[in-house]
């Protein structure tokens, strides 16, 4: 909010600098964003007096003055404006001048004459929206003096937080520095000299739903000419950020700017009947605002409307058809009080954030209906002339009582970490209008024990103390933002100064280390990019078909201690788009739409991976679930001048899970066949599961190629494998500790052994087969080769195992190697291979 210090000044004394003012704001709650000091820009520009007003010589339009500014020789000016007379007091620039936006005045010739500056108008100086006709400026204004010195002002930028709806003003700032200067504050007069027949004979005003306008004041201008409002007006209006659009508008956006009421004006011909009609819109109602976009009117829309149709949109912009014109007359003045949420979800539904709008959605006082229209009708009587109406049409005249707030002194100062008596307290807030109810009656009565608020909102909290305790503050009713004890104990530390509050260390002992819990998710992250994926964060809201088109016939396998997916979807109440309005419940679906999104836009490949949540409601509970999701498709591994380029398949998606498995300190992956998912390419796809060594699930999830049916329905070519992992500790977890041994001082001995199985014998279950038979030496085993054609079956394949032995204590000779291996080729005979020699 732009608030002009001259304005503030007529409601406070405000004796700071304003560097100093801003920091006092600041430090109140109500930040200071910048300081603006309007009148730099005019250099050189000062107050003169026409002598003289003739004809230019050679020019019909134009006309050359003799201009005098009190010192020295007369200097003729030529000037093409026509409002202008001999006596009039203007706005000089001289030559070498500068005006807003760099304009640069020099002595120039205009059709043969001479003009040493120019007549300035309020639109050129930025002071009024008047750019037809030169400025005048009042008859005592003083000859000679800088403009700047007469009109210059500070403009402050204040951040009002969205609470602080009584703060929105200029009356509500110059309370706050009221408050914490001792000044008094000074109020506009809202007083009106009434004539003629009373407002009740001319307008009825009918509410629907007082729930949605608790309160609806009307008051009648009559005979009024609109016209330019006085020039002093403008430049106030300008300063605080409004345009100027007429006297009878401005007057009610002075209001607004003022009280922080919102006004708006009719009139009063387009009104039929005299009567207006508080309501919600009906079905195929239109209204053309005053931006002249014809809108469609949603029933939830609140109006202003009369017999003949909507008015306006109520608290947010009113309609071209009844807005004020010059042939106005006229004028209904309309001072209403609006429910917040009603305003706030018009103003988004029709993206109209208008200032008035901005100003209802965090609340109004109530009693400000009356006095912003009171406060209105004068100004429009003042600056448009007219006669006000006796009396008002409101709807709800009686004043709502002050709001009650118990709070405990002493707790305030173990909140705040100050040691101020009930008595300092008191004095406190009564400087920012809260009184202390001191009755007895007000602490509870013969009551012994009193209710004290300490939580509001959806879910209230109060607790039973000693009323000795307890002090009652009378909320004053601008202060909507005051509710429980806590609001009073920000209050009482506000006014006292937080720069006074003692800096105090905790007593109590600091607590313990606390590993992260994001740790192993955060290394998760950081071994994937390693490894050349990217890592993408998608939207967890996901269109509905997304949701049925990819989902997992069978829930996957869960990590020991992550929770288990399940659940119907959670769908969206008002969801912003129908592509966001069911939460996710697989990652897979949102990898596939990068993939597409970034074949779509010309890339060859991609290699991605997401940490993220699938959501479900089980019952009346909802669910959230961690997973692990990657996407690999197109060239996985670049060209080399020993290899040519490939694309990804199932084994480089088996080779990133049993690398993250090293990371995780598990063993190597068991992998099972999975012939049945849908989703899946068939022979392409497999369960994989990492125990620890004490038997704990520590990854689990799907991996495989997806099926080339869905894979077009993504308008993806090529082939794209995807798993999806439940991870021991993804939610909230550590990686473990790296442990290591010392190397062996002993050589390693390696054999490979090639056995020849059937096409759907899966690798593991010979690996298993070499580890259990292999005795206690074998140190590790490791597929390296596949092998298919002559002399194999077309249904045979050769698995080449590369096996390391080794010993701490000794080098092994060749008969315990030789020993070991033989136990192998039995054991992988028994399993149905052939050896392959």
């Known amino acids: ?23 006092r704001l600041t430090l109140l709650g109500m930040e200071v964003k910048s300081i603006e000091r309007r009148g730099t820009e005019w250099r050189n520009v000062v107050v003169g007096e026409l002598l003289s007003v003739d004809r230019h010589p050679r020019a019909d339009r134009l006309s050359l003055t003799r201009v005098t500014t009190g010192g020295g020789e007369p200097l003729e000016i030529v000037c093409g404006a026509t409002n202008i007379a001999a006596g009039d007091r203007v706005p000089v620039a001289l030559p070498g001048a500068v005006l807003p936006g760099d304009r640069r005045i020099e002595r120039t010739e205009k059709m043969g004459v001479t003009s040493n500056g120019m007549l300035c108008s309020g639109d050129e100086l ?9 400025l005048i400026l009042p008859a005592d204004t003083p000859l000679g003096v800088a403009l700047a010195d007469l009109y210059g002002d500070v403009v402050l930028d204040v951040d009002v937080k969205p609470n602080r709806g009584d703060a929105l003003s200029i009356v509500g700032l110059a309370r706050e520095i009221a408050a914490v200067t001792g000044a008094s504050i000074r109020f506009p007069d809202s007083t009106v000299t009434e004539a003629g027949q009373p407002t009740a004979e001319r307008l009825r005003v009918e509410v629907a739903d007082p729930a949605l306008c608790p309160r609806f004041v009307g008051r009648w201008v009559e005979g009024v000419t609109v016209g330019p409002s006085p020039a002093a007006v403008q430049m106030r209006l300008i300063a605080a950020g409004m345009r100027p659009i007429s006297n009878v508008v401005d007057a009610s956006n002075y209001v607004m700017v003022e009280l922080g009421k919102p006004i708006h004006t009719f009139d009063a011909a387009a009104v039929h009947d005299g009567r207006i009609d508080v309501r919600l819109a009906r079905p195929g109602e239109r209204l053309e605002t005053l931006d002249h976009v014809d809108r469609e009117l949603h029933p939830e829309t609140l109006l202003i409307a009369d017999p003949a149709g909507p008015l306006g949109l109520a608290g947010v912009m009113g309609g071209a058809d009844s807005e004020v014109s010059a042939g106005t007359r006229d004028v209904i003045v309309e001072s209403a009080i609006f429910d917040p949420i009603s305003i706030r979800r018009t103003a988004f539904r029709y993206a109209l954030r208008s200032e008035a709008s901005l100003r209802f959605e965090k609340g109004q006082e109530h009693r400000l209906a009356r006095i912003g229209a009171d406060r209105t009708a004068r100004l429009v009587a003042e600056w448009a002339g007219g006669t006000v109406a006796p009396g008002a049409v409101d709807t709800n005249p009686v004043e709502p009582e002050r709001g009650r707030v118990a709070f405990r002194p002493a707790r305030v100062n173990r909140l705040l970490g100050t040691a101020l008596d009930s008595t300092d307290q008191a004095a406190l807030l009564e400087r920012v209008g809260i009184e202390i109810d001191g009755s007895a009656d007000a602490r509870g009565g013969s009551a012994t024990e009193v209710q004290v608020r300490v939580a509001a909102g959806d879910r209230p909290l109060s607790v039973e103390v000693d009323a000795s305790e307890v002090l ?23 006014i006292h100064g937080y720069e006074l509050v003692p800096s105090t260390l905790p007593s109590t002992p600091m607590p313990s280390f606390r590993s992260s819990p994001l740790e192993l998710r955060d290394g998760l992250r950081s071994a994937l990019a390693g490894a050349g994926l990217t890592e993408i964060v998608t939207h967890a809201l996901v269109a509905p078909a997304s949701l049925e088109q990819v989902r997992w016939r069978e829930p996957i396998d869960v990590a020991d201690g992550e929770t288990e997916a399940g659940g119907v979807p959670i769908t969206v109440t008002n969801p912003l788009s129908a592509d966001h309005s069911v939460l996710r419940q697989s990652l897979v679906a949102s990898l596939l739409e990068t993939v597409s999104s970034n074949a779509r836009r010309g890339r060859s490949e991609a290699a991605v991976f997401e940490v993220g949540k699938g959501y479900g409601r089980v019952g009346e509970e909802t669910r959230e679930w961690w997973r692990l999701g990657l996407a690999l498709w197109g060239p996985f591994d670049p060209p080399a001048w020993n290899r040519p380029s490939r694309d990804a398949d199932l084994d480089d998606a088996k080779g990133v899970i049993g690398y993250l498995t090293g990371v995780l300190g598990l063993p190597a992956p068991a992998y099972t066949p999975v012939p049945t998912e849908p989703n899946l390419h068939p022979g392409r796809a497999a369960e994989v599961v990492a125990r620890s060594t004490n038997g704990a699930i520590g990854l689990a999830g799907r991996v495989g190629e997806i099926h080339p049916e869905l894979a077009e329905a993504f308008e993806i070519r090529g082939r794209v494998v995807v798993a999806e992992l439940s991870v021991r500790g993804l939610s909230a977890g550590q990686l473990p500790v790296p442990r290591v041994a010392a190397p062996s001082r002993q050589p390693d001995a390696e054999r490979d052994v090639a ?17 259990a038979s292999a005795g206690p030496l074998l140190r590790d085993v490791r ?3 596949v092998y298919r054609g002559a002399p194999l079956a077309a249904e045979e394949r050769s698995l080449a195992f590369r096996l390391r032995f080794a010993a701490q204590d000794r080098t092994l000779t060749e008969s315990e190697v030789e020993a070991s291996m033989a136990a192998v080729m039995t054991s992988l005979a028994a399993a149905g291979g052939r050896i392959r020699s």
Not at 13 to 18: A, Y
Not at 755 to 771: C, F, H, M
């Open 783 to 785: 597929l390296f080769d």
């Open 126 to 134: 930025r002071l009024t929206a008047d750019a037809d006709g030169i």
């Open 472 to 494: 009652v503050a009378l909320v004053p009713t601008w202060r909507r933002d005051l509710e429980i004890e806590a609001d009073i104990a920000e209050e009482v530390a506000r």
């Open 1 to 23: 909010m732009r608030v002009p210090l001259s304005w503030l000044r007529e409601y406070v004394d405000v004796e700071l600098e304003p560097e100093a003012l801003a920091e």
């Open 755 to 771: 056995v020849v199985v059937y096409e759907d014998r899966p690798s593991g279950e010979l690996e298993a087969a070499i580890r």
